[in-house]
T-cell receptor, first 111, second 115 residues
Framework: DAKTTQPPSMDCAEGRAANLPCNHS???????VYWYRQIHSQGPQYIIH???NNETNEMASLIITEDRKSSTLILPHATLRDTAVYYC????????????FGQGTELSVKP | DAGVIQSPRHEVTEMGQEVTLRCKPI?????LFWYRQTMMRGLELLIY????????DSGMPEDRFSAKMPNASFSTLKIQPSEPRDSAVYFC?????????????FGNGTRLTVT
């Protein structure tokens, strides 16, 4: 599986957009980019995923660069409840769909 | 949708005892995953099943660990005998294999403490 690189921590002001970067320079053509988050003591929560087009859902937007070597997760209006560890994962579906987690980015949303 | 259900939420046991963790996947899902999380090693995949069959158990740390999935709605992870270094949060997740890129849905975990 392609390796991802994320900053270990970020801060964001409440109400502002949170932009979380992820580098995946060795991503292959059949690998999808997935984002999960984990709020303290809870199980990881699925946020969004994409292959090469930008994606948006009720939680967030995912922007993938044209060369697919990096992506950005955008939380448009961060709230205190968005404080969590955010994981960027590349996933090959034909390997059984397993997810291999890295260390993630610890996002702190501050009032 | 009840989500993935794990039990117990907390387990405290003494070294040498047998521990059984339980998981009920989301109804209709046919892939099930067991993960372990510690501060030192983060989230690690232990084993996963497709249609009740173990596909990849390369993450199972030792023979003391075993997992079963007797039917589509139930799985167990057993540790026998348990050791203090097994203390961790164990997560179960399920997904719908065959549906391209069906995301994994996680339970809230079992926090295991071995004294």
């Amino acid at each position: 599986d392609a390796k991802t690189t994320q900053p270990p921590s970020m801060d964001c002001a409440e109400g502002r957009a949170a932009n979380l970067p992820c580098n995946h320079s060795t991503i292959s053509g059949n690998e999808y980019v997935y984002w999960y988050r984990q709020i303290h003591s809870q199980g990881p929560q699925y946020i969004i995923h994409g292959l090469k087009n930008n994606e948006t859902n009720e939680m967030a937007s995912l922007i993938i660069t044209e060369d697919r070597k990096s992506s950005t997760l955008i939380l448009p209006h961060a709230t205190l409840r968005d404080t969590a560890v955010y994981y960027c994962i590349v996933r090959v579906y034909n390997q059984g769909g397993k997810l291999i987690f890295g260390q993630g980015t610890e996002l702190s949303v501050k009032p | 949708d009840a989500g993935v259900i794990q039990s117990p939420r907390h387990e405290v046991t003494e070294m040498g005892q047998e521990v059984t963790l339980r998981c009920k996947p989301i109804s209709g899902h046919n892939s099930l995953f067991w993960y372990r999380q510690t501060m030192m090693r983060g989230l690690e995949l232990l084993i996963y099943f497709n249609n009740n069959v173990p596909i990849d158990d390369s993450g199972m740390p030792e023979d003391r660990f075993s997992a079963k999935m007797p039917n589509a709605s139930f799985s167990t992870l057993k540790i026998q005998p348990s050791e203090p270094r097994d203390s961790a949060v164990y997560f179960c997740a399920s997904s719908l294999a065959g549906t391209k890129n069906s995301p994994l849905h996680f339970g809230n975990g079992t926090r295991l403490t071995v004294t």
